[in-house]
């Protein structure tokens, strides 16, 4: 008998301390680097060493995370998935085919996401991008859609959701391109009792008890994103900071999620454009830094998790020249992102054939060489990036091809120039390459990608699994 009151008092005490022990998150912080993939985040590290004349990594803040995973992405449709069938099953712990925002495959029912559920429980809600906000990560979050590309309707969800903090660019598709509503976008945010913000002193002076907010960034451009980090000008709104706003105007005894997405790591590795993807991860984990500096105060109570929804551009260090030609530093001259110095270069070709005819133009490259040397250094043999005959012979041909209407459609050319302008595309390239980083595509790959987590139920996120099971991750430690 004394044996079975002892085995039930066992029983008791370890129910009472699995209770008492309970992991539960009020805050958490998730934060999804588009494109971002081991590469991506090594070669920062490597950066910064190199630009301090330094070997060997200067580590970033997510890669001092306690606990270390990597995901699978393939999606329902593709071997390679894109952000939309990635972002949901981020989103919502399910698979969906390409190009699908938050829905099942064939497009029958709406599947619940992380952000409903933690508004369900009581959260508040943040959702935070650094491109346009009805894209496909963010949308994903609070939309549901049978493609990504109905940027109305899914901007409509937006304006009518219940969730309390979006920031991000512009939206694509203002107003309703099927007539059937009167209000643009911004009319039905208003009416919806959010706090319309669109210019950076309206947004410093954002405090909580203003209500729910939408944030669109003052210098989004015409991509409808805020710029690249490299092409942001002095003063303007980083990516921190918006995450610092997201976290002043949510915090509070409530808790709250907010997904934070770091979108153009992905444009820029697209364009295989090294330095600005460098950069871009860069900002991404100081926005990681401003979630970590709010778990130092918040330990029991916080869960950050760290991941992306694929990688891009298939980027590697190392190329066929060999170990001893990696140097980062080598990126430093670069002057612009590949996107804004390929504006530059169209627009100075375009003046000049009006000036002097396409003819003169076509037979005269060195203005060309001269604006790859000034912007990038490529050509200058004292910064290390001098040409060879056959590397110039790689750029006079793309020069030529750059006043040819390409046909992308043909893999040779897509192959070589991916859609971009072929003299400013081989110029990225080969000032990848001078510093030692390769790439594969211009689009996404299907290598497994990495996940960090700190704070409340961290090790859970340690191992080997799929993305859909990184929500049940999440949700499972979410306060109730």
């Known amino acids: 008998m004394l044996r079975k009151w002892r085995y039930f008092i066992l029983i008791v005490t370890l129910v009472l301390f699995g209770a008492c022990g309970k992991q539960e998150a009020r805050y958490i912080f998730f934060f999804i680097g588009d494109g971002?993939?081991?590469?991506?985040?090594s070669s920062a590290e490597r950066y910064l060493a190199a630009m301090e004349n330094k070997s060997g990594i200067i580590p970033l803040a997510m890669n001092l995370a306690p606990a270390t995973g990597y995901a699978t992405s393939f999606s329902a449709s593709k071997h390679i998935t894109d952000s939309g069938a990635a972002g949901t099953a981020l989103a919502t712990g399910f698979k969906t085919s390409n190009g699908t925002v938050s829905m099942d495959a064939e497009h029958r029912y709406p599947l619940k996401t992380l952000a409903e559920t933690a508004k369900e429980r009581g959260l508040k809600v943040g959702i935070v991008t650094t491109v346009d906000i009805d894209h496909a990560t963010p949308a994903v979050f609070y939309a549901h859609q049978p493609s990504r590309s109905n940027y109305y309707e899914i901007a409509a969800q937006l304006a009518y959701s219940d969730f309390d903090f979006f920031a991000g660019g512009d939206f694509r598709k203002k107003k309703d391109p099927k007539g059937n509503s009167e209000q643009d976008i911004v009319d039905q945010i208003k009416q919806n009792g959010?706090?319309?913000?669109?210019?950076?002193?309206?947004?410093?002076?954002?405090?909580?008890g203003a209500g729910r907010v939408v944030f669109i960034h003052p210098d989004s451009n015409d991509e409808y994103a805020m710029p690249y980090v490299i092409d942001l000008d002095e003063g303007s709104i980083t990516?921190?900071?918006?995450?610092?706003?997201?976290?002043?105007m949510l915090e509070g005894p409530e808790g709250f999620f907010i997904m934070f997405e770091g979108g153009k790591i992905d444009?820029?590795?697209?364009?295989?454009?090294?330095?600005?993807?460098?950069?871009?991860?860069l900002a991404f984990d100081d926005a990681i830094r401003v979630a970590l500096e709010f778990y130092n105060k918040h330990r029991k109570h916080t869960l950050i998790v760290i991941t992306a929804d694929h990688e891009t551009g298939g980027m590697t260090m190392g190329t066929s020249y060999g170990d001893d030609n990696i140097d980062l530093s080598k990126l430093k001259w670069q002057t612009g992102s590949f996107t804004e110095l390929t504006r530059e270069f169209s627009d100075s070709r375009a003046s000049m054939i009006e000036q002097y005819g396409e003819d003169h133009v076509k037979a005269h490259p060195e203005w060309a060489f001269d604006f790859a040397e000034k912007q990038t250094g490529i050509g200058d043999e004292s910064k290390g990036l001098g040409l060879n005959e056959y590397e110039r012979g790689e750029l006079q041909t793309a020069y030529l091809k750059s006043f040819e209407k390409l046909n992308w459609e043909n893999p040779y050319e897509y192959i070589l120039y991916g859609g971009y302008d072929p003299?400013?595309?081989?110029?990225?390239?080969?000032l990848s390459r001078k510093a030692g980083i390769g790439w594969t595509t211009f689009s996404h790959t299907a290598v497994p990608l990495p996940v960090r987590a700190f704070?409340?139920?961290?090790?859970?996120?340690?191992?080997?699994?799929?993305?859909t099971d990184i929500p049940d991750k999440i949700l499972q430690l979410m306060v109730k």
């Open 36 to 41: 971002m993939g081991h590469t991506q985040i």
């Open 455 to 467: 704070g409340v139920g961290a090790e859970r996120f340690n191992g080997y699994y799929d993305n």
């Open 423 to 430: 003299f400013m595309m081989s110029v990225s390239r080969m």
């Open 239 to 248: 990516q921190d900071a918006m995450l610092q706003k997201a976290v002043a």
């Open 267 to 281: 444009w820029a590795c697209h364009a295989n454009d090294a330095k600005t993807s460098i950069l871009e991860t």
């Open 194 to 208: 959010f706090v319309f913000v669109n210019n950076a002193t309206a947004f410093r002076y954002l405090e909580p």
